[in-house]
């Protein structure tokens, strides 16, 4: 059996109105997706699932906590994420040009594999800039000897003011 396959939603026998799923995705899920920015983290997914005569609305509400490397000193910490999303599934008889939440299926489908939207919203949710958090003190929680390794090579520019420019400043002041 693919383990992908527990991602399934079957509608074919559902009668018309709202249903709940909720999945847990965890390491195993995200060694599934070789380009995986993600490789652990624990993760609930509740999926609220409205039946339509033509159409499937699906909301994802994604929470749970990941482990990522930090830009800076390359420790891997982990972080909270939360996301809520929206998939709205029509069926039809030719391929119409999908949307980023919109999608369309043949008539003939009678389950929807969600696995892949979970795996976009979770990367969807990461921040762009990926570093540790800070103490109270405001003292970055990165790895001290890696940060002191980059001090030790910071290049500090010294720029030097064209002195037209400082008697402008002076004035200025």
Sequence with gaps: MNFLNQFSIQFAGLALGCYNYNFKVD?????????????QGLIDVDIEFEKKSKMLILNFEIKGTV?????????????NIQSNERIIVKFGKNEIEETDDIITISEKEHEINVSHYIYEFIHL??????????????????????????????VIKHVDIDPRWAILNKIKN
């Design 27 to 39: 390491d195993s899920f995200f060694d599934k997706f070789a380009e995986s920015q993600v490789k």
């Design 67 to 79: 482990k990522l490397m930090c830009d800076r000193c390359l420790d891997d910490f982990d972080i």
């Design 125 to 154: 949710a990461l921040p762009v800039k990926r570093v540790h958090s800070e103490d109270n003190n405001g003292i970055s929680l990165c790895n001290a000897d890696i940060i002191a390794k980059l001090k030790e090579h910071e």
